[in-house]
């Protein structure tokens, strides 16, 4: 199928995109269209306008401070995927990115559009949560922040308003220390995962858990972090069962049944998996010993 009429728009400016989205509520923001795009073709929504950001400035960056990596509205998968910078000092963003569909859509597709889409099944939205991160937003009343982990409200739906754009996402960087992995698991490479899991781990100088906490993909209503230093806590990375964490995540977990994979089997993957990517990032911080000026690992 097609797109229905619609009038295509590429406003130079964020303001000018703004306006639009106020005089016609029921437009659609364009970014890398790789959700979009399906969803217009098979008519299950049919704005009036298309609004592309594409021609606007500046929202095409990368830029990593001492407490954020800050990524436009314009930055594809691909773009961060490989932008040295912020893999030296969150690992976890190309760790995550690595599985997020296929190369070509990876080209294309924008990682804010990936998180304004809130699509649980999506890895981007679990790392934002993971990492405390925030939503840069603009409307018609100025800018304003919104952290992750209210921006979520359910499946496909945010607190964004209707004639607000997401600009950017900041991710927030962990303390030093901190070692990550993440894990997923998909009936064929670049398919939706039928679940997915990532961790961070913070450490002591003697290797003994300080905190640490999860993330999930395809098995909650919305994207959320879960605290795991109560089970953890304390223990050292040499000795650690990580079963310990299994009631947790268990009990955090709200995994729905599909034609794809029953609740049952997706919680039981999701346990697995959290206990895997746990243990690899227990594994880079053994053999990391002291760790890297500058940044986690």
């Known amino acids: 199928m097609k797109p229905g009429p619609l009038r295509y728009l590429a406003p130079a400016t964020v303001e000018e995109a703004v306006a639009t989205l106020r005089q016609h509520p029921d437009a659609k923001v364009l970014a890398g269209g790789q959700s979009l795009i399906p969803v217009l073709s098979m008519r299950l929504a049919r704005p009036s306008h298309l609004v592309d950001l594409g021609a606007i400035p500046g929202l095409d960056r990368v830029e990593v401070s001492e407490s954020w990596v800050r990524v436009g509205a314009m930055v594809t998968h691909a773009r961060l995927l490989a932008d040295e910078d ?19 859509i990876r080209n294309r597709g924008t990682t804010v559009g990936s998180i304004a889409h809130a699509d649980a099944a999506g890895e981007m939205p679990s790392i934002l949560v993971m990492t405390d991160g925030v939503v840069e937003a603009i409307g018609p009343d100025g800018a304003r922040e919104i952290p992750a982990a209210e921006f979520f409200l359910g499946p496909l739906e945010t607190a964004l308003a209707s004639d607000e754009i997401v600009v950017a996402v900041r991710f927030g960087r962990f303390p030093e220390r901190t070692f990550t992995a993440f894990r997923e698991s998909a009936r064929r490479q670049g398919d939706y995962a039928l679940a997915g899991a990532a961790v961070a781990v913070t450490v002591d100088a003697d290797h003994r858990i ?4 999860a993330a999930f993909v395809s098995v909650t209503d919305v994207p959320s972090a879960l605290d795991l230093s109560g089970p953890l806590g304390g223990q050292l ?11 947790a995540v268990q009990a955090h977990l709200a995994p729905e049944s599909d034609i794809h994979a029953g609740a049952d089997y997706r919680r039981m993957l999701a346990g697995e998996l959290t206990r895997r990517a746990c243990a690899a990032a227990a594994a880079d911080a053994m053999a990391a010993g002291a760790p890297a000026a500058g940044g986690n690992r």
């Open 210 to 213: 300080v905190a640490a906490r």
């Open 86 to 104: 912020a893999y030296a000092v969150l690992p976890l963003l190309r760790q995550a990115l690595e599985n997020v569909a296929h190369p070509a």
């Open 237 to 247: 990375l040499a000795k650690v069962d990580w079963s310990c964490i299994d009631d």
